[in-house]
């Protein structure tokens, strides 16, 4: 099968930016992305400034896709509050995880993230003190849990140091890595995600949410 022939599989990309105008990094990425027309770009700050956000559209949007994007500055060593409350909202039990939460299986989880501190500042003698994987868990986690496979983040470190032309490269292998999504070589070896399964008790009955909506 030649390459144009091939369907280009469905790709949600979930940006959140509290700020964009500020923005030196993101938003070129969200504008590379949006160059690429089988990605789905939903910029969650800009469809929710009230953070009422649509639950069902947005169940609907990641359901469909095979990889799902967070492109985010890290806030406070993790994402910024909108994105957190959409997984909070739109990850249900009974639908992303636990009991018939099937809904992400299978599917791929990637982070795109930007950090202020240099790479040097996460380690354990800079300010950060922290190799920057040690944030990466709860992400990690939240993928599992929901049967999705972590592929290896995308990180630009420094991002207000970084010269015009470090950033254009960025862009650059952001949108060639959409592009060859889902050839990347390093998913060859990948495992499947490990089973996380919930007991019940551990969250509130499914009914209740259902009723909360
Ligand atoms: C409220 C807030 C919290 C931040 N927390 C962190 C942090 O924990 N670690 C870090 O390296 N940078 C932090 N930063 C810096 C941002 O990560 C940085 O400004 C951003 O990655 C730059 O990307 P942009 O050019 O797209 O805005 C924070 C910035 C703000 C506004």
Known sequence: MDEFAKPAPGVVLLAAHPNWRESRVNRLLLDGARTLPWVQVRDLYASYPDYDIDV???QEAVAAASLVVLLHPVQWYSMPALMKLWLDEVLRYGW????HGTALQGKDLWL???TGGTEASYHPQGYNRYFFDAFLPPY???AALCGMRFLPPMLLHG???VSAEEIAAHVQTFTQRLGSYPDWPELEDMPACPACDVPQGDRPAVHDQAAAR
């Not at 992303?96 to 009991?99: D, E, K, M, R």
């Open 159 to 161: 991002a207000h140091r």
């Open 112 to 114: 795109v993230a930007t």
């Open 140 to 142: 990690e986690q939240t």
């Open 96 to 99: 992303a995880y636990g009991p």
């Open 56 to 58: 069902p559209a947005e």
